[in-house]
């Protein structure tokens, strides 16, 4: 038989406290990352959320809509407006699948590609902005990847 595990106690009086809040540490330091990332960005001239559409391109070329969502936690209402300004752009191509015209293939253009040379020097210049070290930071990345994981878990 599985062991339940016991609810945790929190202090009434703090509960609610706005500081006392990981959600709210969460949400802060998204705010304060991607205003960073926007500085940077743009001499790219994206947006956060393209440069995370490019990153799963650079990665993996000529894949699904659908596996960029996956990768990027988004759901295909969010992201076909998002494709379609990086399209306008001319750094994707979109393109129905052969086998299943329901699937929409994203491609980099020559444009994408050569965006990513560029993109290089993003890393270094969000690292330096954190003032933290690599290992500091990698730590943390994965802290938030094992909670992203259980929140989905119990979502």
Same mark, same amino acid.
């Given at each position: 038989?599985?062991?339940?595990?016991?609810?945790?106690?929190?202090?009434?009086?703090?509960? *609610?406290? =706005? @500081?006392?809040?990981?959600?709210?540490? &969460?949400?802060?330091?998204?705010? %304060?990352?991607?205003? #960073?990332? /926007?500085?940077?960005?743009?001499?790219?001239?994206?947006?956060?959320?393209?440069?995370?559409?490019?990153?799963?391109?650079?990665?993996?070329?000529?894949?699904?809509?659908?596996?960029?969502?996956?990768? *990027?936690? =988004? @759901?295909?209402?969010?992201?076909?407006? &998002?494709?379609?300004?990086?399209? %306008?752009?001319?750094? #994707?191509? /979109?393109?129905?699948?052969?086998?299943?015209?329901?699937?929409?293939?994203?491609?980099?253009?020559?444009?994408?590609?050569?965006?990513?040379?560029?993109?290089?020097?993003?890393?270094?210049?969000?690292?330096?902005?954190?003032?933290?070290?690599?290992?500091?930071?990698?730590?943390?990345?994965?802290?938030?990847?094992?909670?992203?994981?259980?929140?989905?878990?119990?979502?």
């Amino acid at each position: 038989m599985k062991q339940q595990a016991s609810t945790p106690t929190i202090d009434p009086k703090s509960s *609610l406290l =706005l @500081d006392q809040q990981i959600c709210f540490a &969460l949400y802060s330091t998204s705010l %304060a990352m991607t205003k #960073i990332y /926007r500085k940077v960005l743009t001499e790219l001239g994206l947006t956060y959320p393209q440069y995370l559409v490019m990153m799963v391109l650079w990665e993996k070329d000529e894949v699904t809509v659908s596996e960029i969502g996956e990768r *990027l936690f =988004l @759901d295909s209402a969010t992201l076909t407006p &998002l494709l379609k300004r990086i399209e %306008a752009l001319d750094l #994707i191509a /979109r393109t129905r699948a052969v086998k299943d015209e329901r699937q929409v293939i994203v491609t980099l253009t020559s444009a994408g590609k050569k965006l990513r040379k560029q993109a290089e020097s993003i890393p270094v210049s969000i690292l330096c902005a954190t003032g933290c070290e690599p290992a500091e930071l990698m730590e943390i990345k994965n802290s938030l990847a094992k909670l992203r994981s259980k929140l989905i878990d119990a979502s």
